[in-house]
């Protein structure tokens, strides 16, 4: 069945699912494979739980003459087929956002400053893989007026695929580093994974990326291309006459910033030079390139320049993101949701500029660094031993051959058993670490 033929059955049944668990009455059960799982072994019980419809790769289990059953090549890739096809269905702008950090609180920033004058469609918590975007575009209908689309990347060649699933209309990457280099191959596999973002874009004639212009990595990838539109913007004052441009003001604990439009524009539109401040509840002073992406964007939509700042004041981080957590008897920054060795020392650098009596830090380890997660780590307990803490405890054992006076654990559990021990008191404590070292369970307990 072609996909436009397939696409045409979806609209008579308008609703996919891809768990044989959920399965709404008259739905489209779709058959993934994973690695400890195969959805064609399931199909039969979706149909029987209310499903209409089958999509299975696996020819096998399909019944002859049961036309519930759609066999396909490859179920993945017919998914995103379907996705595009969906996403073709409406003409309204769709920002595609990556990065090696900062990529979903960007993403949020930037839906709550468009939401100040538009019905967004964007992605939920971290749907931005090549299961994820597609379930993303399905949720698009005809009361969006645009859309802003995560995609994240392990492996090269991800991004192309979420880009040419997606096709978005401009993008934005926040930032490259040194993370997922087992996959990668090399920091220079990083760039040139998330700049095929920028490679889409230069298939449309009306494609337009955001950019920070103090990001050397990426003004290398966008050179002397006079084919794409760009709209810059930037901490650094010699950029103020050409670029949206911001400084930080204070970040102790929570970050406070200024910004303001271009100098040139400013002046050709008769417009006041002055600076928006802003009072955010972001932690995080690498946060204002975040910040500063959001505006970038709100402006060219047209949204109210005191809109955009009362979106971003009033942004409250989640998901262990970048938060502030006030115990009874600590005060915690709590950024246990992704670790890796740049933005890990972002993170210190944040917690340098914090003043406080005695601070801690608690640390995961970094993963899918391949050969060079010795040195990272080795890197990273060597910046740690001159920063001066009153203490530091690592988790993981890719902390467990280098030597140093740091305590260290072998997973969240034992952390647990230390702190029901001898809870930490009075510190402001960092907690920075991978999802998978599940440091996010710590806060309740400090």
Not at 25 to 36: N, R, V, W
Not at 175 to 186: E, I, K, P
Not at 197 to 213: A, M
Request: charged letters at 25%; one cysteine or more; proline letters at 3%.
């Amino acid at each position: 069945m072609e996909i436009k033929d397939l696409y045409k059955l979806y609209l008579q049944h308008p609703c996919i699912t891809t768990d044989s668990r959920d399965c709404p009455e008259g739905s489209i059960f779709l058959a993934l494979k994973g690695e400890s799982f195969d959805g064609n072994k399931f199909a039969l019980s979706a149909l029987e739980k209310g499903c209409s419809y089958a999509i299975v790769d696996d020819a096998s289990i399909a019944p002859t003459g049961d036309d519930r059953f759609i066999v396909v090549n490859d179920c993945l890739q017919t998914f995103k087929d379907l996705a595009r096809e969906h996403r073709r269905q409406f003409d309204i702008p769709v920002i595609g956002i990556t990065g090696t950090n900062g990529k979903t609180t960007t993403k949020e920033l930037i839906a709550a400053v468009l939401s100040q004058k538009y019905n967004v469609l964007y992605t939920q918590g971290n749907f931005n893989n090549d299961v994820g975007v597609p379930k993303t575009l399905f949720r698009l209908t005809k009361e969006h007026e645009i859309a802003v689309i995560e995609m994240g990347a392990s492996h090269p060649g991800d991004i192309k695929t979420l880009a040419e699933t997606a096709e978005p209309t401009c993008g934005l990457i926040t930032n490259v580093g040194r993370a997922h280099l087992q996959g990668f191959g090399s920091f220079e596999g990083v760039i040139k994974t998330k700049c095929e973002l920028y490679d889409f874009l230069r298939t449309r004639e009306d494609g337009l990326i955001f950019i920070n212009v103090d990001n050397e990595f990426l003004i290398d990838q966008i050179g002397d291309d006079e084919e794409i539109w760009i709209t810059p913007y930037s901490t650094d004052p010699d950029n103020q006459y050409s670029c949206i441009s911001g400084e930080i003001i204070s970040c102790d604990p929570f970050l406070k910033f200024r910004w303001r439009e271009p100098l040139m524009t400013l002046e050709e539109e008769g417009r006041s030079t002055k600076w928006h401040k802003i009072q955010t509840r972001l932690i995080g002073s690498y946060n204002i390139d975040n910040l500063l992406a959001a505006i970038a964007v709100g402006i060219n939509f047209g949204v109210d320049r005191k809109k955009i700042c009362a979106a971003l004041e009033e942004y409250k981080p989640t998901n262990n993101r970048s938060q502030m957590t006030i115990t009874e008897k600590n005060h915690l920054i709590v950024d246990a949701y992704n670790a890796n060795p740049t933005s890990m020392h972002a993170a210190l650098d944040n917690f340098s500029l914090i003043q406080a009596d005695k601070k801690m830090a608690i640390l995961g380890q970094m993963g899918e660094l391949g050969e060079e997660s010795d040195k990272e780590h080795r890197m990273l307990v060597d910046r740690l031993e001159s920063a001066g803490y009153d203490d530091v405890w690592l988790v993981g054992d890719n902390f467990k051959d280098i030597d140093c006076s740091f305590r260290k654990f072998h997973d969240v559990e034992e952390v647990k058993a230390a702190i029901k021990d001898n809870c930490p008191e009075g510190f402001y404590i960092l907690i920075k670490g991978s999802n998978s070292n599940k440091l996010f369970q710590l806060p309740e307990l400090l």
